[in-house]
């Protein structure tokens, strides 16, 4: 029985931080949207799918400012 609570106590604080529907890209899609998302919507994380909808990597706010910064200094 304690072996379940705690198991269930684990899955309560999980929901809180995740969704079970999360917003994902497919590997080919342009990273002026992908830079888009983040800004408009406040995206800290970005699932990327291929097309078999398997997540094949996340992008985070922070690939997302070092790329944008790369990019201006060029």
């Given at each position: 029985l304690h072996k379940e609570y705690r198991l269930q106590r684990q899955m309560c604080i999980r929901d809180r931080f995740?969704?079970?529907?999360?917003?994902c890209v497919h590997l080919d899609h342009p990273?002026?949207?992908v830079h888009l998302l983040f800004?408009?919507?406040?995206?800290?994380h970005l699932c990327v799918v291929d097309a078999g909808n398997e997540v094949k990597g996340v992008?985070?706010?922070?690939?997302?400012?070092?790329?944008?910064s790369r990019a201006s200094e060029m």
């Open positions: 995740m969704h079970r529907a999360p917003l990273a002026t949207r800004t408009t919507l406040g995206l800290r992008i985070t706010r922070k690939d997302v400012t070092r790329a944008e």
